[in-house]
């Protein structure tokens, strides 16, 4: 019987947040592309809660929109509640969070992939890589299919060989309802990518009906509403979210039922977040804390269940009703959903390029939780990046990337690929140590530009934001000019509590009105200019190690003064620069100095 044969440029498979990134991304740059994923109606499902953004994840959405990716309309047309955190801190850390109806942004997922042009969803499981004369050729699936296309993005998030665990009973699933990718690991290992186990879980669901909302908090959402495109979907401001606490009885009964949870009996070998632990996990690890804050937020506007954030929990399902009905306002609750914990494959990151594709085979990409990652926004930058180069590859152009000072992207793929990941990695402000330069409110300013000479916007795009910023220096260069007080008036608004609109008081307000985002800009950079001259100087001396390229056959053996680790951390990290060079773990100065002066001395010679 023939074989089923169907060609592509590009193949993503997995339908999550990466695989959505990946798939537009590379069809905005007229790829054909591939979606495959066992369930077409659970592309973009949010398994976890349904929310997009806080801190240092917002940053990477306002990127991802101004790359001309999904993620941030997606959320803004889906939003329920909508509130900026850290509001009272300065612009570098403040922070949009958007909690979404969770059936309603798959819905708009689903919709968008189809609508896409470019874009094919399939259905099926991929089991094997195709390769023709040592390239990559495609994909093949159990049924059986060859499709084929010289780029590859594996986005299969917590599937490939996933099992999920209720206290000590366990069964293969890639999450609760669905298998998981049986086959796919074993491909990667055999061309030399290596596994990394790591686990991850979910809280429980409870019912609405079941709650006291009389003994939680309110929380309100903002109004107006935030959002990641600029325009808020109809129900931003529609329901508000909770917070309810544990007590002294919860965590006596998690204590006394240690025993019966994977991780603590041994069962589960795999690494878990750090920064998202499990209920378990912050009893145990916090035993001097007599309660921890949970946050009682809803699904949607019709669903019927809330979720229960700060509450992810592996231990049996009946304990896990024990210790619901101990917390405030859940003296009645109902799960609708138990708790459960998922232990999967991901991949050494470091096996890959700044690109984000595999050292080992090239065409061949890796995205989201697959490199070690944990978040949507996360997997969904690391899958617009990807599905970029794939479909750059699959057209014979060279790789493009985003630096460490340029994005939050930038330092997030520079982190997994420089440092690797022994557990689940989380993006944070306190990561990036230009956080001024790199605000969500800048990204369109920092990245619509290179979007356009991508290929991911519209050349028009990049002219609208030039001109925002235009305005926003003219503006700027006009307020140095007048004095307020017998200084500048853009001096002036660095005092504590000065604002634009009493400068405008005083001086007049400018003959083109300027809109309010640009006002904004005004503002943040008069108030911040000494700390934001401050950062660009430090960039110029990143910039200084970056100018310096290592050629990709570099034989560092040969290298003076490199200690034999080195060489062999070198060796296989590959860094294209000085400046990546310089953040692998584990290099001395000293020896950082010792590759740039045998650089140099290449300089010279070529000379």
């Given at each position: 019987?023939e074989v089923?044969?169907?060609?592509f440029?590009?193949i993503?498979?997995?339908g999550g947040?990466?695989?959505?990134?990946?798939?537009?991304?590379?069809a905005?740059?007229?790829a054909?592309v591939?979606?495959?994923?066992g369930?077409?109606?659970?592309?973009?499902l949010?398994p976890?809660?349904?929310?997009v953004?806080?801190?240092?994840?917002?940053?990477l959405?306002?990127?991802?929109?101004?790359?001309g990716g999904w993620?941030?309309?997606?959320?803004?047309?889906a939003?329920?509640?909508?509130?900026?955190l850290?509001?009272s801190?300065?612009?570098?850390?403040?922070?949009?969070?958007?909690q979404?109806?969770r059936?309603?942004?798959?819905?708009?997922?689903?919709?968008?992939?189809?609508?896409?042009?470019?874009?094919?969803?399939?259905?099926?499981e991929?089991?094997?890589?195709?390769?023709?004369r040592?390239?990559?050729?495609?994909?093949?699936?159990?049924?059986?299919?060859?499709?084929?296309?010289p780029?590859?993005?594996?986005?299969?998030?917590?599937f490939?060989r996933?099992?999920?665990?209720?206290?000590?009973?366990s069964?293969?699933?890639?999450?609760?309802?669905?298998?998981?990718a049986r086959?796919?690991?074993?491909?990667?290992?055999?061309?030399?990518?290596?596994?990394i186990?790591l686990?991850t879980?979910?809280?429980p669901r409870?019912a609405?009906?079941?709650?006291?909302?009389g003994?939680?908090d309110?929380v309100?959402?903002d109004?107006?509403?935030?959002?990641?495109?600029?325009?808020?979907g109809?129900?931003?401001?529609?329901?508000?979210?909770?917070?309810?606490?544990?007590?002294?009885?919860?965590h006596?009964?998690?204590l006394?039922?240690?025993?019966?949870?994977?991780?603590?009996?041994?069962?589960i070998?795999?690494?878990?977040?750090r920064?998202c632990?499990?209920?378990?996990?912050k009893v145990?690890?916090?035993?001097?804390?007599?309660?921890?804050?949970?946050?009682?937020?809803p699904?949607g506007l019709?669903?019927?269940?809330v979720y229960?954030?700060?509450?992810?929990?592996?231990l049996p399902?009946?304990?896990?009703e024990?210790?619901?009905?101990s917390?405030?306002?859940?003296?009645?609750?109902?799960?609708?959903?138990?708790?459960?914990?998922?232990?999967?494959?991901a991949?050494?990151p470091?096996?890959?390029?700044?690109?984000?594709?595999?050292?080992?085979?090239p065409g061949?990409?890796?995205?989201?939780?697959?490199n070690g990652?944990?978040?949507?926004?996360?997997a969904?930058?690391?899958?617009?990046?990807?599905?970029?180069?794939?479909?750059?590859?699959?057209?014979?152009?060279?790789?493009?990337?985003?630096?460490?000072?340029?994005?939050?992207?930038?330092?997030?793929?520079d982190d997994l690929?420089?440092?690797?990941v022994?557990?689940p990695?989380?993006?944070?402000?306190?990561?990036?140590a230009l956080?001024?330069?790199?605000?969500g409110?800048?990204a369109?300013?920092?990245?619509?530009?290179?979007?356009?000479?991508?290929g991911?916007r519209p050349?028009?795009?990049?002219e609208?934001?030039?001109?925002?910023?235009?305005?926003?220096?003219?503006?700027l260069?006009r307020l140095?000019?007048?004095?307020i007080?017998?200084?500048?008036?853009?001096v002036?608004?660095r005092?504590?509590?000065?604002?634009?609109?009493?400068?405008?008081?005083?001086?007049?307000?400018?003959?083109?009105?300027l809109?309010?985002?640009?006002?904004?800009?005004?503002?943040?950079?008069a108030?911040?200019?000494?700390y934001i001259e401050?950062q660009?100087?430090?960039?110029e001396?990143?910039?200084?190690l970056?100018?310096?390229?290592?050629?990709?056959?570099?034989?560092y053996?040969?290298?003076?003064?490199?200690?034999?680790?080195?060489?062999e951390k070198?060796?296989?990290?590959r860094?294209a620069?000085?400046?990546?060079?310089?953040?692998?773990?584990g290099?001395?100065?000293?020896?950082?100095?010792?590759?740039?002066?045998?650089?140099?001395?290449?300089?010279?010679?070529?000379a």
């Amino acid at each position: 019987m023939e074989v089923s044969r169907e060609t592509f440029d590009v193949i993503v498979v997995g339908g999550g947040h990466a695989g959505l990134e990946a798939a537009a991304a590379a069809a905005r740059l007229g790829a054909r592309v591939a979606l495959l994923t066992g369930d077409p109606a659970r592309i973009g499902l949010m398994p976890c809660n349904p929310a997009v953004g806080g801190p240092g994840k917002s940053q990477l959405v306002h990127e991802i929109e101004a790359l001309g990716g999904w993620m941030g309309r997606l959320a803004d047309a889906a939003a329920i509640h909508t509130r900026v955190l850290n509001r009272s801190k300065g612009p570098a850390v403040r922070s949009l969070r958007v909690q979404t109806d969770r059936d309603g942004y798959a819905r708009a997922a689903q919709d968008a992939a189809r609508r896409a042009a470019g874009i094919r969803v399939l259905r099926g499981e991929a089991v094997r890589l195709l390769r023709e004369r040592g390239r990559l050729a495609g994909v093949q699936t159990a049924d059986g299919r060859r499709l084929r296309a010289p780029a590859v993005v594996l986005a299969a998030g917590t599937f490939l060989r996933g099992r999920i665990w209720y206290g000590l009973q366990s069964r293969p699933a890639g999450r609760q309802g669905e298998p998981p990718a049986r086959h796919l690991s074993a491909a990667l290992e055999a061309l030399g990518h290596r596994t990394i186990r790591l686990k991850t879980g979910t809280p429980p669901r409870i019912a609405l009906r079941s709650i006291d909302f009389g003994a939680l908090d309110e929380v309100p959402p903002d109004d107006p509403p935030g959002s990641f495109s600029g325009r808020p979907g109809p129900h931003a401001t529609a329901r508000p979210t909770w917070t309810t606490r544990t007590g002294p009885r919860t965590h006596r009964l998690i204590l006394d039922h240690l025993g019966e949870s994977p991780l603590y009996a041994g069962a589960i070998d795999a690494v878990g977040p750090r920064y998202c632990p499990s209920i378990e996990d912050k009893v145990v690890r916090f035993a001097d804390k007599d309660s921890h804050l949970l946050f009682v937020e809803p699904d949607g506007l019709e669903t019927s269940e809330v979720y229960l954030q700060g509450f992810s929990s592996s231990l049996p399902p009946a304990v896990q009703e024990r210790m619901v009905r101990s917390l405030p306002g859940f003296a009645r609750a109902v799960i609708q959903r138990y708790a459960y914990a998922v232990e999967y494959d991901a991949f050494d990151p470091s096996d890959l390029s700044p690109g984000l594709m595999s050292r080992h085979l090239p065409g061949l990409f890796l995205a989201g939780q697959v490199n070690g990652t944990s978040g949507y926004e996360e997997a969904a930058a690391q899958g617009l990046i990807a599905g970029l180069n794939a479909a750059r590859f699959a057209a014979g152009q060279a790789e493009v990337a985003l630096a460490p000072d340029e994005a939050y992207i930038g330092v997030l793929i520079d982190d997994l690929i420089t440092r690797g990941v022994d557990e689940p990695y989380r993006m944070m402000t306190s990561r990036v140590a230009l956080r001024l330069l790199l605000r969500g409110d800048n990204a369109d300013e920092r990245l619509v530009p290179k979007a356009a000479a991508w290929g991911l916007r519209p050349a028009a795009d990049a002219e609208r934001v030039r001109a925002k910023y235009a305005r926003v220096q003219a503006e700027l260069e006009r307020l140095e000019r007048l004095r307020i007080d017998g200084v500048s008036a853009a001096v002036w608004l660095r005092r504590p509590g000065a604002t634009l609109a009493a400068a405008w008081r005083r001086v007049g307000a400018p003959e083109d009105p300027l809109a309010p985002e640009e006002a904004e800009q005004v503002e943040i950079r008069a108030k911040y200019a000494g700390y934001i001259e401050r950062q660009q100087r430090e960039r110029e001396r990143t910039g200084e190690l970056s100018a310096y390229r290592i050629p990709p056959g570099l034989d560092y053996a040969r290298v003076h003064n490199l200690s034999r680790e080195a060489v062999e951390k070198l060796s296989r990290r590959r860094p294209a620069t000085l400046a990546e060079a310089a953040r692998i773990p584990g290099l001395r100065d000293a020896e950082i100095a010792a590759l740039l002066v045998h650089l140099a001395r290449g300089r010279k010679k070529s000379a």
